[in-house]
């Protein structure tokens, strides 16, 4: 990576994401406190500064909903692509939503008291024995602290510095901050006087989440089980195991030892995949050392070049040379050890989204 | 009332601390460990509210890169 850090990167694609997405959430806000009154009960008037923590918390619970079920719908469905590539503003606007509602919670309700208000949120209810009383308050703290920390560690640094590994572990911990908001929301607002409109939104949200990713599950499940299959039924035909896709690098070559003198070049260029000898034709120059460039493999000792999918120098030239049949199953590469005959055209395997 | 108010000072300090390896980290650290970031200086405020987060998690990053390099990453 030696791309510079920017703030933030802003493209066509993103403005427009980020542009739906702020309007969405303005106007859930706007229907939630300026529309939907209208329809309640008079008897019970909600005050304002309740009904936007209300508004902020349920906005913010959604938005965390729809968080949790991009993932699982572009691994079903390709079309949600492009709802993945921004997820992370979506992420940071929930936290900046979610502290919205909990800025109201604590002025609304702890800033009268004479105590610090923080001190007074985390003391004025220390059940935590009892479900029915709960101090669910101490959820909600723990899903803004996730979601802070992830908020704030969402730039491409922290990827690179952390490392994807530690960074993708750290950023699982949204689950957590989605079980705990389940529970904030269970053992305290529906713990009261249930509205049956948000009790419904709540429960439709956990079996949305949890049955996409279990379904995701099932379907990936059942791809590596046939991958596996078609594996091993190409294999019992002779076919050998290349290695994998990420391997190789974009224009290079793998070099897979057949025998002491047979040696197959297995290029990787233009979303494609071609496999020649690697032996020059002419002094056995190695070819899987060479570079690729318009779909021809230069051999670095003298410069002879080939065409990948059909071993052929480029006309004025004859030279010829073997190629061999390629498979790629899931991001595995298999070989066809058989060697076809020199100059043999042999379509190229595409990558297409194994990629 | 007294556990709460323990809390709050523990965070108050792990903030506080977390401001420290911040400041040493974005004038010190990061252009030894992170190439991309050299010459880069816009986008480093952006990381004080992260790192004051999961302070331990950075300089622990810090050293495992000053010591191994990039066959750390
Ligand atoms: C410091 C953190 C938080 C505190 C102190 C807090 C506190 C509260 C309180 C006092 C209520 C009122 C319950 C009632 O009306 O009976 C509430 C409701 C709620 N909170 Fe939080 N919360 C916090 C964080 C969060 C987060 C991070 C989310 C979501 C991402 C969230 C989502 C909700 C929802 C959906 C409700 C129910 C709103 C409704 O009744 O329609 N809260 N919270
Ligand atoms: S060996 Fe390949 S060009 Fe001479």
Redesign the interface.
Known sequence: MSVQYTPVIWNRNKIFYDAVLLIAVVLYLYIYIRVAPGFEDVTKPIDGAILRMRAFGSCAFLMLTVILCIGPLARLDRRFLPLLYNRRHFGVMTAGIAAVHANYVLTWYYNFSPTDKYVALLSSNTNYGQILGFPFETLGIVALLILFVLAATSHDFWLSFLGAPIWKALHMFIYAAYACVVLHVALGALQGAGDPIFTSVVAASVVLVSGLHFATGRMEARRDRGEETAKASLQEKGWLVAGELDEIDDDCAKVVTLSDDERVAIFKYDGKLSAITNACAHQNGPLGEGKVLWGCITCPWHGYQYNLSDGRAPAPFTEKISTYRLKLIGSTILLDPNALPPGTHVDPVEIGEAA | ?Q???L??ELGRWYLMAGGVVAAAFLVFGIDR?????R??Y??RP??I??IC??WP??LY?WFT?EKHGED??
């Open positions: 009332m556990t709460a108010e809390l709050l460990v992170e190439p991309s970031a010459g880069s816009a986008f952006l990381l509210p992260g987060l999961i998690l950075v990053r890169l750390a990453r």
